[in-house]
């Protein structure tokens, strides 16, 4: 499995986070979804420092 490009990080942490938004009546599934967008977003500024170095 190969390491995702900071795009992909984003665009996967944007996808999550519109699926929550649809989930209005599920609130556990709500966070749970925020929280891998979260991890995709840390994802995205590890990998943009590591461009950086």
């Known amino acids: 499995m190969s390491v995702p490009t ?3 990080a ?3 942490a944007a996808r999550l986070l519109e699926r929550a938004e649809l ?3 599920n609130l556990p599934l709500m ?4 929280g891998i967008a979260d991890s ?7 990998l943009r420092e590591r461009e950086r170095v």
């Open 6 to 8: 900071e795009e992909q």
């Open 10 to 12: 984003l665009a996967n």
């Open 23 to 25: 989930e209005l009546t």
């Open 31 to 34: 966070e749970r979804l925020e």
């Open 40 to 46: 995709w977003l840390n994802m995205a500024v590890q």
